[in-house]
């Protein structure tokens, strides 16, 4: 098993609706909302983490392929599937526990956010609190809830890796793979609540860039590709 090459591919994830992605609530005060976004435990700003944006595209693309695994996760019945030759378990691994057992080939890194003086005038840092009104049928009385959120014009950093092996099955395919999962997640929503207006995102790629093992030793160069060579779909652009 040889690595073949890296795949590189660096951009942005624009919020076009309020971003709900939940964090800890240790911190709630009176009064605030009650579910807050999670934050940098340093900078104090939201981010999106990778986990976020790969488990997100790892279900999308199984869903398209109508994949889905039956093995039960707590209170998830029907979570990802396992088969070792199929393409989205090629893509991004298993758990089986057994000899059919795969590593993930993608690596989806947190997102920072990137604007940061563009969300200074918000009511809360960086954030919003949005507000839901649950309404009685019958009674019409209303039981309003809070929700903190990233507001829509928010900019985070895409950056993900590809891993390339010489044995891997796809391997030919694992980067148009990876387009496709984020176009099924640019038509969807990222985080919570995405059927009420949350998590709409336009996901725009900036660079590709190809490194093979020979690069890592020193032989050659990274090899840059235009979007146009790296086949990046116009709604990446």
């Known amino acids: ?3 073949t090459k890296k795949i590189l591919i ?8 309020g971003l709900l992605i939940g964090g800890s609530n240790s ?3 009176i009064g605030g909302p009650d579910k807050m976004v999670i934050r940098n435990p340093v900078t104090k700003q939201p981010y999106v983490p990778g986990s976020s944006v790969k488990g997100k595209m790892r279900s999308l693309l199984e869903v398209s392929f109508g994949y889905i695994g039956d093995k039960a996760m707590g209170k ?4 990802p599937g396992e088969n070792p030759d199929h393409q989205t378990t090629v893509l991004f691994g298993s758990a089986r526990g057994d000899e059919r057992q795969r590593p993930s080939r993608i690596i989806c890194r947190d997102g920072f956010l990137l604007n940061p003086d563009e969300l200074k005038g918000t009511e809360l840092p960086f954030t919003e609190a949005k507000t839901e009104v649950v309404i009685d049928r019958i009674t019409s009385a209303a039981m309003p809830r809070t929700f903190e959120r990233v507001p829509a014009g928010a900019r985070f950093g895409l950056n993900i890796v590809v891993n390339v092996f010489d044995e891997d099955k796809f391997r030919d395919e694992l980067r148009s793979l990876t387009y496709k999962a984020l176009q099924l997640l640019q038509d969807d929503y990222l985080g919570g609540s995405g059927s ?3 998590g709409q995102v336009k ?8 490194r093979t ?3 890592y ?3 050659v160069q990274e090899n840059v590709l235009t979007l146009d060579e790296a086949k990046v779909p116009t709604d990446l652009r």
Not at 10 to 17: D, M, N, R, S, Y
Not at 76 to 79: A, L, M, S, T, Y
Not at 203 to 210: A, D, L, N, T, W
């Open 1 to 3: 098993m040889k690595l």
């Open 10 to 17: 660096k951009g942005e994830i624009e919020a076009l609706t």
């Open 27 to 29: 911190a709630m005060g």
């Open 76 to 79: 998830v019945k029907n979570g």
């Open 196 to 198: 009420r207006g949350n």
């Open 203 to 210: 996901i725009r790629i900036q660079s590709v860039v190809e």
């Open 213 to 215: 093992s020979e690069f």
């Open 217 to 219: 030793q020193g032989q």
